[in-house]
C-alpha cells in the first residue's frame, strides 16, 4: 500500500558575494552549529593544521575541499553540501566570488529556491554584490537573503546595516523577480544569527538565518499551473518472464511544471496530437495524479510515434513552437562567443544545432544597464542574443517556466558546455494552433 506520510521539504539554496565575505564560512558555521556534522568531521576539523592563531578551527575547509582553495584561501569551484533539520532538508551550493568564476556561480545558483548574497559590513555594497544579485534575479531565484556579514568588526552599528540596506534596496527595484527579500545583520565567524539569535543586535527584530531557511514558503515557487511532460525515456520493459508487462508501453520523464490527472486531455508536440492520458505510474505504484517536479511514466489512450525530445502538455496555455528566439546567455568559456558559429543547444530532453545570429547586448555590472551591439561575449559576460535551431523547439519563456524556458550551448568538437541561457517568452505569432489536431 502506498506511503502517506508527507515528505520533508527540500530547500535548494546557494551562497554568493565577494572574495572574502564568508561565504564557506557561513555553511561551515550551519553545518556546525546545527548539529550536522558526523563526529568524525568534527574531530577531522579539530585536529587539522587548518587552526588558526586564535584557536577556532577553520569552517570554511567543510566546503573548501580542494587544495589551492585551502592554500589560498578562496573558493574556486562549486561545493554542495546536504543537511537537514527536523523541519527541512536542505542542498547548498556554495560558489565562487571571483569575478572570473561568475559562471561556477550561475551553475551553482541555476536549481536554487533561495540565494544567499553576503555583504563584507566593511566593504559595503560592490560590483560582485550587484552582479550577483542581477543573476540571482536573472534566474528567476524568487527568495533573496542579503546578509551583512562581519558586523562584529563594524561594532554592530545599525547605522551601518541601514546604510548597506538602504543602497540594495535601491537598486533591487531595475531587477524584478523577487518577490521575498531579508536583510539579516551577522557574524559567520562567530556565529551571531546564524542559527541562534545574536544578543547583539536587539536593534534587529527579524529571524535567525536557519529559521528563515526552514520556514520560508516554497511551494508555491513551482508553476502548478501549465502542464509540461518533456518525454525522457520511452518504457518498453524487456522482461521474458512476466508476460503481463509484454505491451506495456509508458513514457517516462520529470514533470517539469503543473499537474496530470487520469483521463485528462493533453496534446503530444511537436506531432499536435491530442489524447488522453490512461495511467500515471510513479515509485508509489499507479495514482490518480501527478505534479512537478515528480518523476512519472505516463501511459496514453492511443498508441501515437512519441520519442525522447517530445513534449506533452496540457490544453491550456500551450508553450510556443519555434526556430528563432531570443535569450539572455552567460557565456562560460574563454573563447568567445562566435556568431555564424554552430553549436549544439541542449533544451529540455533533445539536442539540436543551433547558430547564434546576433549579439545584441551585454550587461554591465556597475550601473546593471544594458551596452548595445557589443558583437561577442567573452568569459563571464552575460548578454542578449538572436538563436537559430536546425529544427523547432517547443518551450516557454524562462520567467515562466525555469525547466522548459533554459537551455545550455554545447561546443561541437570538444563537447564543452560554453553557455548557459534563458529564453525570452514566445511571441502570440509563433504559438500554434493545436486544436486542430486529434485522432
Known sequence: ??????????????????????????????????????????????????????????????????RAEREQGITIDVAYRYFATPKRK???ADTPGHVQYTRNMVTGASSANL????????????????????????LGIPHLVIAVNKMDLVDWKVERFQEIRDEIEDFL??????????????????????????????????????????????????NFGTFRFPVQWVNRPNNPTDHSLHDFRGLSGQIASGIVRKGQQV???????????????TYDGSLAEAFCPQSAT????????????????????????????????????????????KYFL?????????????????????????????????????????????????FDGYQSNRLTGSFILIEQGT??????GMLAPPLEAVKPEYSDFAI
Not at 557561513?26 to 577531522?44: F, N
Not at 505516463?298 to 490544453?315: A, F, K, N, Q, W
Open 1 to 66: 500500500m502506498p506511503h502517506t506520510q508527507h515528505p520533508i521539504e527540500l530547500l535548494r539554496f546557494n551562497t554568493c558575494g565577494s572574495v572574502d565575505d564568508g561565504k564557506s564560512t557561513l555553511i561551515g558555521r550551519l553545518l556546525y552549529d546545527s548539529k550536522s556534522l558526523m563526529e568524525d568531521q568534527v574531530e577531522a576539523l579539530e585536529k587539522s593544521a587548518d587552526i588558526t592563531g586564535g584557536g577556532q578551527i577553520n569552517l570554511a575547509n567543510l566546503t573548501d575541499g580542494l
Open 90 to 92: 536542505f542542498i547548498v
Open 115 to 138: 540565494s544567499i548574497v553576503l555583504v563584507d559590513a566593511r566593504q559595503g555594497v560592490i560590483e560582485q554584490t550587484r552582479r550577483h544579485t542581477y543573476i540571482a534575479a536573472l
Open 173 to 222: 527595484p531595475k531587477l524584478g523577480g523577487f518577490h521575498d527579500v531579508k536583510f539579516i545583520p551577522m557574524s559567520a565567524l562567530n556565529g551571531d544569527n546564524v542559527v541562534d539569535t545574536s544578543k547583539h543586535t536587539p536593534w534587529y527584530e527579524g529571524p535567525c538565518l536557519l529559521h528563515h531557511l526552514e520556514n520560508v514558503h516554497i511551494a508555491s515557487d513551482w
Open 267 to 281: 496534446v503530444v508536440l511537436p506531432a499536435g496530437i491530442k489524447t488522453t492520458v490512461k495511467d500515471i505510474w
Open 298 to 341: 505516463l501511459c496514453l489512450e492511443h498508441d501515437i510515434d512519441i520519442s525522447r525530445g517530445d513534449m506533452i502538455v496540457g490544453l491550456e496555455n500551450l508553450p510556443g513552437r519555434a526556430s528563432d528566439f531570443s535569450a539572455r546567455v552567460c557565456w562560460m568559456n574563454q573563447r568567445p562567443l562566435q556568431t555564424g558559429k
Open 346 to 394: 541542449k533544451h529540455t530532453t533533445q539536442t539540436v544545432q543551433a547558430v547564434v545570429t546576433a549579439v545584441e547586448n551585454k550587461i554591465n555590472f556597475d550601473t546593471l544597464e544594458t551596452m548595445d551591439a557589443p558583437g561577442t561575449l567573452a568569459m563571464n559576460d552575460i548578454g542578449g542574443i538572436k538563436i537559430r535551431t536546425a529544427k523547432p523547439l517547443v
Open 415 to 420: 563537447n564543452l558546455t560554453v553557455g548557459a
